[in-house]
């Protein structure tokens, strides 16, 4: 999952005149928690607006995983508190401001002491209690703070209304798991999204309809530690993320599934084997590994070693040949000497990486290896991070340079730039055009991909049929 904003969006329905605007940081989870907070304040007559400005509550969703997560929210705050005293001043009412996500979950009190004009802070866990919230705020007149990790839980008490899509509906994330036990040295997931939790499978298959309903194709199922999946299956049992890919897969219309993010030591035997015989699950799979380093795993209690990575990737492989992997890495936890580092770069050369996201370690307030001896220096971390991302820089050329003269079935969702094009995503994720019908959208078909761009993968359909 990455960090950076990525979607700013708006409540989506015609309302009774109030405007909402979301800026959403951070990760799928989060752009998925955006549109579910959007869903709870419709009934109450919110309306969508494109921009802060335009906009009767603002909800800041925010991210705490990257370094200065806090800074960059008090200044966001900033920019939205003068946009509120601009809005006054040309007559329009209050805005009413609300902090969502990770940072209010952890930093609620101090945004209440350093942002006194913010309304309502909530925490991931709570969004469901949205409109109690603004109900409060408005007889309050004051700040409304509720992080707490409440009994109940929020799936329960969302609107039953088509979920988060993209690519034109035809693709969406669906949240099955959240929180985490693991503890990682140097991560604050399981401080502010709590302790990990699974849906129950009938909730999960509730809104997977709903979505195949309402034309979405591939889903991405959502969670911080998503192959640790363990739903109640409605017969008294539990079920794995394997079971449940298999019943996502049998509901018509549904063609990929994808899962993300997948922690190495909840690969289990099934999850190889549904990598063999699920064919909906892609052959794409993100398994963030952090270090090549044996010590370093150890110091950042990460629960496998280096080897027993090796071994699930080989294993993933034998049962799905054509699996490719992208991981995340992070260069400089404290006490990484330069053969650490080594020992990373072997491993990313042995595995060979399709895509990866890779960081700089920055201390997150309250972790353990925050207040570790041995801080590596910044100026090591940044040479590190160089030659790391150089060398995954080489491998995802060449894993893209390597499609070239391969059918690669694609999922067309959208109309291409140029006139006449449509475009899609492979298994993979690449982007893919090509020229051909519009009627195609919606459809998978086996495309011969010819060239490369720098962003994306052009080619030729193979014949305008859908696959089946
Ligand atoms: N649950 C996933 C796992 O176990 O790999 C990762 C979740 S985390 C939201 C996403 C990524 O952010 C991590 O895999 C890690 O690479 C990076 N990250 C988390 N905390 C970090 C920190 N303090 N410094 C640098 N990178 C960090
Ligand atoms: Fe964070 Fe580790 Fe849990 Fe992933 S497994 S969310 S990195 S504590």
Redesign the pocket.
């Known amino acids: 999952?990455t960090?950076d904003i990525i979607r700013q969006e708006s409540a989506n329905k015609a309302g009774t005149g109030k405007t909402l605007h979301v800026i959403t940081w951070g990760?799928q989870m989060n752009v998925y928690d955006s549109a579910r907070m959007t869903d709870v304040l419709r009934p109450l007559g919110y309306r969508p607006v494109e921009a802060a400005e335009e906009a009767d509550m603002v909800i800041l969703n925010t991210c705490h995983?990257r370094?200065r997560a806090a800074e960059k929210v008090f200044s966001e705050l900033g920019r939205l508190r003068k946009l509120g005293e601009e809005r006054r001043a040309a007559g329009h009412g209050r805005t009413v401001i609300a902090v969502a996500g990770c940072v209010a979950q952890a930093e609620g009190e101090e945004i209440l002491a350093r942002a006194p004009f913010v309304d309502i802070i909530l925490g991931p866990q709570t969004y469901h209690r949205l409109p109690e919230m603004v109900a409060r705020a408005a007889r309050a007149g004051g700040a409304v703070i509720d992080t707490d990790f409440p009994a109940e839980t929020k799936f329960d008490f969302l609107p039953a209304e088509a979920a988060p899509q993209t690519d034109g509906n035809l693709t969406a994330f669906l949240t099955i798991q959240e929180g985490?036990d693991?503890f990682?040295s140097?991560?604050?997931?399981p401080y502010t999204r709590g302790a990990e939790t699974s849906r129950p499978v009938a909730s999960v298959l509730a809104e997977a309809r709903r979505m195949a309903a309402g034309g979405v194709r591939e889903i991405t199922l959502l969670g911080?530690?998503v192959n640790a999946y363990h739903g109640e299956d409605g017969s008294g049992g539990v079920a794995t993320l394997a079971g449940l890919a298999a019943e996502l897969a049998a509901i018509p219309g549904i063609g990929r599934i994808r899962y993300t993010?997948s922690?190495p030591r909840d690969v289990d035997q099934s999850l190889i084997d549904a990598h063999r015989d699920n064919r909906a699950l892609m052959p794409f799979l993100h398994l963030?590994v952090?270090s090549g380093s044996d010590r370093i795993l150890k110091a950042m209690n990460r629960g496998h070693t280096a080897e027993a990575y090796r071994d699930v990737v080989r294993r993933l492989r034998d049962a799905r040949p054509d699996l490719a992997l992208s991981s995340?890495?992070?260069v400089g936890h404290p006490g990484e000497t330069d053969e650490d580092f080594e020992a990373t770069m072997r491993l990313i050369r042995e595995i060979g990486f399709a895509q990866a996201?890779s960081?700089?370690?920055?201390?997150?307030p309250g972790?353990p290896?925050a207040g570790a001896p041995l801080q590596v220096d910044e100026a090591v971390k940044d040479r590190r991070l160089q030659a790391l991302q150089a060398l995954l820089r080489e491998q995802q050329d060449a894993f893209n340079a390597d499609m070239i003269g391969r059918t690669l079935p694609v999922l067309f969702t959208a109309r291409g730039r140029k006139p006449g094009q449509i475009a899609g995503r492979s298994p993979y994720l690449q982007a893919v055009h090509v020229d051909g019908p519009e009627t195609l959208i919606g459809q998978t078909a086996p495309v011969l991909i010819t060239q490369r761009n720098s962003n994306s993968l052009g080619g030729v359909l193979k014949r305008e049929r859908a696959c089946a």
């Not at 140097?186 to 997931?189: A, E, G, L, P, R």
């Not at 960081?359 to 997150?364: E, V, W």
């Open positions: 999952m960090s990760c995983i370094e985490c693991k990682c140097f991560c604050v997931v911080q530690n993010t922690h963030p952090q995340d890495f992070i996201f960081f700089k370690y920055s201390p997150r972790t290896a």
